[in-house]
């Protein structure tokens, strides 16, 4: 048989490879993916986990999608589909709760009976959040300029960049640099008084990240969090039907409809790179495949050091890659339930629960959860973000039983007696998610059926996720933009010619967007690396 | 009534600053301090009979070079030296080393304790070296006008672009990947022993709300690095004689014992003067505060006269004072487990950044670190005519400390905190409670009533990013405000706290072309 040889092979199918697979083929040219497990989608994956139950095993709401991607590639066609959420649920310790409403005269309420002033102005904080985020749209939406260059088109998108700037006025502008350097919290406290309104909206800084509501640098986290734009209205979360992995598919069917191939259970053991360029990859069972170019839809430690190779780098290269953070502080667990839980505060199942539950009882909390995670230990009172989608997706679960899906910080990957310790302590860490919960929701604990409990160790061994980083690497200021993942290769390219990246250690970063996918894709072309 | 060209209201090392640059070029300018005495957080104490200090602040190695020149110190007594002094990194477990202005001689005392962390602090000074003259510039120079971004603020930026693309690509990644960074991060990057790192990087959390996880604090470590690099005899004390005589000498009029109550204003908004607490008022063309943002907005004008918009800066302006201060009268010279060859001026410990995170942690729920984290000063080393002769005088700033703890400052509580710092110090000396005569305990709300500092904040308001750039707040981040004819010259505005004596230049500079 004759050697076949692709235009593009992908390495990994998560959302962004995927994306970039997609792109690639519906520009025409021949592209293959290669997906090491059984199933596409990397973090972004729907698994039937127990018998009757599918759940968004890793990633499991979608928010930052970029619109224009799914119009691109047409993926309503291929089964795009969302849910929206439009509630933010936080029950409290003491028998009070505040629900936080897609209405916003029903959130003024809420917000009212714990502080009047902070109902008034928060319609205020949402506007200017709004305008952060649409500005921050036009950094992300791009590939990232370097600073050092003196490339003209570098010169013309940082001189584009500055005037984009200027137009934000002055107090936005200082509003940007506040929200750039800020900590979640003190941020909240130039808007707000209650500590019961700032602990849940101070959450969204954290996610994923190893600092602490009170860590200089995740107000920023927050504006991505706030930059949710579902067809085109901003701050709307969702769920995906039939779970997260459905984003994943129909970005699959997009691809294949345009031409691309792909292959599961397909892992890559290495590339094939001579003379500094990359010419096809060898599969774990030995076999090669020529492309002429490979994109790696990993992050940035295994793409360099894993994939490549250390050796194919200069020294200067390798050790900016190896400083490159990681550290996943979070983990997940996810729960098979005989039926709905009914929280104590506010019992019932309706729509209170179809949203988003934050446990963040204060900010005292949520930094104590911090505090424990420095010094190498999960939390014992985490910070959770519980979902219950067969609420509002009955296909996930069989009739009258649930889903439930606790997003879980701090844990720590690299806990005191070492990563590879973590097996050891997933059962403990499951219980104190168990335990924490059972304080809000009476008789909790007999209603689970199952348990799955994944620690950052456990994400890294299944997703290869590195040091269970859900976003491929920290989004804190040093690892964006032009240094992500490093200065010089920040445009989806490598030092190794032919090898390009598309994962989210790539600009913009993590979370569920797809710009790594469509932004390497659209470079390539433009490169005419393929033409 | 006379009327003075400027009224500078606080004689701290700002305000006198500020006021004998404007007397130099034939201003008439009246200085108002509240205490008995000039000098602020510089000014020499006694703290208790026959035992002074040199200061509250200890650190008069970032004074910057311009005022020591334009003021003509090193005339009025100052002995200056281009070397910044050194500093002693103490362990926990005995182990000490000294690290000086000179990196070889640095390296040297560290490859006592590690080789490769010799090696990295010479590597670690080149870094500081290379990008010193951009630091140094940016921080002694006029802020951008953030507001206004016109054509001057935007040759500004560009300016400081310009010099960051003369670093060269390689080391402008370099800096650009660093300043955001955490201290820790920074550090561990390079060294290897705990308490050398923890030693090193406390200036970058120095008077923070921020441990050295905090994210940022590079940015600060390497502000200090850069600019720190004179030694001054007699420390911040003697910087303040010699910058009264040369107010005295430029014709400054300083009143002391007058604290201000009002800044008074015209019918059209303007500062024509100010209202002194005894209920006399002095007229002035500018009033320029060096005393900090909050205390000049919001205790000396009324809501009306700054308007909604600009209080809700100003009270947002965060000053979380984290440090407390302890001065011990001994009754023999202070003896250091660590037995070192030379007495120790200066001495920091820390341990370990896990130990420092967690002398932070406290503050955030309000509490005092149970092992603090000490930045120390022996005056009587170099002055020893602070004490009686053999005596000495140890001075601490302690972190970490809040402002309001829960409960509030009550006696037990302040009784405790002096005994966890005195603890704290024990553990690196000998026999250290049995030679201690009197203690003189400042926590954080002491140091509001007594100086002024607003939350206890040393630096008159905290050191991060967004207060740095447009500080205290966009509309008076170049020392005029918006009330017409009156001006800010002291720590909270940029360049921010510590003995430089930047932003009473900078505010001169500014009064002076506006009284022309």
Known sequence: ?531 | MTTHDVIIIGGGHNGLTAATLLATEGKKVLLLERRDFVGGVAAQEEFHKGYRTAGLLHDTSTVRAGIIEQLKLRTHGLVVSEHRSPVTLLSDDGRAVTISDDPVTSAQNIASISQKDADAYRDYRKFIDSVRPLIRNLVSSQPPDIRKLGFSDLKKLLGAGVGLRRLGKDLMHELLKVLPMSVADFLNERFETDFIKAGICFPGVFSSYNGPWSSYTTLNLLIWEATANVHMEGGPAALIHALRKGAEEAGVEMRTGAGVDRILLDESGRAVGVKATGGESFRSRIVASAIPPKATFLNLLSSEQIGPALEAEIIRFRDRGTVASLRLALNRPIRWKCEPEQPIRFARTGNSFDQMEQAFDAVKYRRFSDRPVLDIHVPTVATPGLAPEGHEVVTILSHFAPYAPDGGWTDPLRNKLRDTIVAALSDQTVDLESSIVASELLTPAVLEERYGLTGGQLFHGEHAIDQLIGRPVPACATYSTPTPGLYLCGSGSYPGGGITGAPGMLAAEVIAREIL
Not at chain 1, 78 to 95: A, V
Not at chain 1, 283 to 303: H, K
Not at chain 1, 403 to 431: H, L
Request: proline content about 6%.
């Open chain 1, 1 to 531: 048989m004759a050697k076949k040889r692709y235009d593009a092979i992908i390495v990994g199918g998560g959302h962004n490879g995927l994306i970039c697979a997609a792109y690639l083929a519906k520009a025409g040219r021949k592209v293959l993916v290669l997906e090491r497990r059984h199933v596409l989608g990397g973090a972004a994956v729907s698994e039937e986990v127990f018998p009757g139950f599918t759940f968004s095993v890793a990633s499991y709401v979608v928010s930052l999608f970029r619109p224009h991607i799914i119009r691109e590639l047409e993926l309503a066609k291929h089964g795009y589909e969302i849910i929206p959420m439009d509630c933010s649920f936080l029950p409290l310790p003491d028998g009070d709760s505040l629900a936080r409403w897609a209405d916003p005269n029903r959130s003024r309420d809420e917000i009212s009976r714990f502080s009047r002033k902070d109902a008034e102005i928060y319609p205020e904080f949402s506007r200017i959040m709004t305008l952060m985020g649409k500005f921050v749209k036009q950094i992300i939406d791009r590939p990232a300029p370097d600073i050092a260059s003196t490339r003209p088109g570098d010169l013309a998108d940082l001189l584009r960049l500055g005037k984009a700037f200027r137009s934000l006025g002055p107090d936005l502008l200082h509003m940007n640099l506040k929200l750039m350097t800020m900590s979640a919290v003190d941020f909240l406290d130039l808007w707000f008084e209650s500590d019961t309104l700032k602990a849940p909206m101070s959450v969204s800084g954290i996610i994923g990240t190893f600092q602490g509501v009170r860590s200089p640098g995740t107000a920023y986290v927050l504006l991505h969090h706030y930059m949710g734009e579902l067809d085109g209205a901003f701050r709307s979360w969702g769920f995906s039907k039939g779970g997260t992995g459905g984003v994943s598919m129909a970005c699959a069917r997009a691809a294949m409809g345009y031409g691309a191939e792909i292959r599961t259970e397909a892992p890559v053991a290495g590339l094939r790179i001579k003379n500094g360029a990359a010419s096809g990859v060898i599969l774990g069972n030995g076999d090669e495949i020529d492309a002429r170019i490979v994109v790696s839809n990993l992050d940035p430690r295994r793409t360099y050091l894993g994939l490549a190779g250390a050796e194919h780098f200069d020294p200067e290269i390798v050790k900016q890659i190896g400083r490159y953070k990681y550290r996943g502080s979070s983990g997940k667990v996810n729960l098979a339930l005989d039926r709905a839980p009914e929280f104590s505060c506010r019992p019932g199942t309706g729509d209170h629960i179809r949203g988003d539950i934050a446990i963040a009882p204060g900010i005292d909390y949520l930094e104590r959860a911090f505090d424990e995670a420095k010094y190498g230990a999960f939390s014992k009172r985490p910070y959770i973000n519980v979902v219950i989608p067969s609420l509002t997706d009955p296909t996930l679960a069989p009739p009258g039983k649930h889903v439930m899906s606790c997003f879980v910080q701090y844990a720590p990957y690299n806990i005191n007696e070492g990563a590879e310790n973590w097996p050891a302590q997933r059962e403990a860490f499951g219980d104190a998610v168990v335990d924490t919960l059972a304080e809000y929701i009476p008789g909790f604990k007999d209603i689970i059926l199952h348990r799955q409990v994944l620690t950052p160790w456990d994400l890294e061994q299944t997703m290869g996720l590195t040091e269970g980083n859900i976003f491929h690497g920290e989004l804190s200021l040093e690892q964006l933009l032009f240094q992500r993942p490093v200065a010089g290769y920040a445009k989806y390219t490598t030092p190794v010619r032919n090898l390009w990246m598309c994962g989210s250690g790539t600009h913009p970063g993590g979370g569920i967007m797809g710009s790594g996918g469509e932004l390497a894709a659209k470079t390539i072309l433009k490169n005419r690396a393929l033409s």
